[in-house]
């Protein structure tokens, strides 16, 4: 049997916001209904001794988590993307591994390129706004 998923269309403001998310301003317009935010992000792989954990809130969030993986190309965790999901259902907790989404070697190489394989653990918490009262 076929799943189906709702279709939603986006709010051509929340989509052009989400690609300009670089500073509590802009993350306001784009999330105007989250109050606060707590990501944390670990990263594991090539190019790490260990792990690299990172916490993020609403004045340092970006769209997209930088992979340290130096071999990377275009690589890293988009999270402005699953921030949008969470608020159009209204979530407020999500967690997930992922891996890299890049390529390692030089946007320039002829030959086949290889995936990145380093991983990031996150986890978001959000708490939005309380609804307005007539």
């Known amino acids: ?19 300009i998310m670089r500073d509590k301003k802009t993350f306001t317009i784009a999330f105007p209904t989250i ?13 790490l001794s260990k792990y690299i954990k990172s916490t ?7 769209k997209t988590i930088k992979c340290s993986n ?10 402005a993307m699953k921030l949008w999901e969470m608020v159009t ?6 967690e997930a591994i992922v891996k890299c989404n890049g390529l390692e070697g030089t946007p320039l190489s002829k030959r086949k390129r290889n995936p ?19």
Request: hydrophobic content about 35%.
């Open 89 to 94: 259902t209204q979530s407020t907790h999500f």
């Open 116 to 134: 990145c394989l380093n991983e990031f653990n996150y986890t978001i918490d959000l708490k939005y706004n309380a609804p307005e009262s007539n």
């Open 1 to 19: 049997m076929r799943q189906s998923f709702p279709i939603i269309i986006l709010p051509a403001k929340s989509l052009n916001s989400l690609f």
């Open 35 to 47: 109050s606060d935010l707590d990501v944390t992000v670990t990263e594991s792989g090539k190019g």
């Open 70 to 79: 130096p071999a990377c190309y275009k690589g890293g965790l988009n999270i």
């Open 56 to 62: 993020f809130t609403q004045a340092t969030i970006t």
